[in-house]
């Protein structure tokens, strides 16, 4: 990874990392499952549900980044129509603090991933002695 990898892409991963790819794949697999439930399982044109479904997924929690995607482009969060009625106001975020927040967070996915790794080649190595 190149070491200016936070500069470069505060938004967006690399294209051809590994695990680019598969957090998009997921993405676009959620995206589907969202269009599917909005159009009745294609009873519907999609065309007309695809804004709403990528602002479903933008609204959203993200685990893996410990936010809303919504956040992360905007610094600020979502304006939903309840918010509206009541009168109350998006609340802003520093992008710096979100972005650090967002490292924190994979860093922290990073290790769990590395346990579970570990702890499962240990579970695979056990039983292929017996």
Known sequence: MSPNYNQNTDLNGY??????????????????????????????????????????????LNRAIGTYPYIIRWSKSPELEIDKELGLRALRYQRDLIIDRRNNNFKKYKKILKRVQFSLMFIITEETRY
Request: charged fraction near 25%; aromatic fraction near 10%.
């Open 15 to 60: 294209i051809f990392h590994r695990n680019t790819v598969g957090a998009v794949e997921r993405v676009n697999q959620t995206l589907w499952n969202i269009l599917k439930r909005l159009t009745e399982f294609g009873k519907s044109s999609w065309r007309k549900a695809v804004d709403k479904a990528t602002y479903t997924t933008n609204i959203s």
